[in-house]
């Protein structure tokens, strides 16, 4: 998975997990570029200034992700880190419309990165594709198409049609309008009575 990621965006690829208040780097896959993002299994990056924390807060119920960072300081890692909370929520809102989060700097000066939250075993992980800035940024749509085609690849197993997955890289990639994002619950019922409620926000009324 991350080896043909890297392959076809020709940057460093990182899955990562939250741990606490932190995302820590689980594996990387590193570009063959001598110039490049680089990165060490088991490197902790803070939530705020990483793509790939941003991507596992922007996959967070609301609720959830205000209990995780009403105690936590932003702290500035660069001068281009987000620090004000009501900014860093705003480009997680518009990380959601897109698909996929970005840092510019915000971490490693020099290196922008694209993040997407991904689900294994039914767990939140971030896959992220890093490098230096120059080249992500004259690349972006083609690196985010590749990120987000191997990120929900895996809805194929969950028989998910084509036509759905195609929407969502079009749309993440800007090829198609975002359209109109609502609220929507579903509530439902689970073994042993055990009640579910799920919050979502959608623009697919199908």
Known sequence: LLDELCAATGETVVL??????????????????????????????????????????GAMPPAQRDALLAPL?????TPNTIVRRELLEKDLAAGAKRGWYT??????????????????????YALVVAGPAHRIEGALKAHAAALLRTA??????FSLPKDNIERAIKKGTGELDGGNVEEAIYEGYGPNGVAIICDIMTDNRN
Do not use: C
């Not at 594996?27 to 060490?40: C, F, H, M, P």
């Open 16 to 57: 990562g997990k939250r741990s606490g208040s932190m995302v820590t780097y689980l594996n990387v896959v590193e570009s063959a570029n001598s110039i490049r993002y680089s990165a060490l299994v088991g490197e902790r990056k803070p939530l705020h200034s990483s793509s790939a924390g941003k991507a596992l807060l």
């Open 103 to 124: 840092t510019r700097g915000e971490n490693v000066a020099d290196v922008h990165a694209l993040g997407a939250p991904v689900s294994i075993d039914g767990e939140p």
């Open 73 to 77: 300081k932003l702290a500035r890692v």
């Open 152 to 157: 929900i690849a895996d809805a194929k197993a």
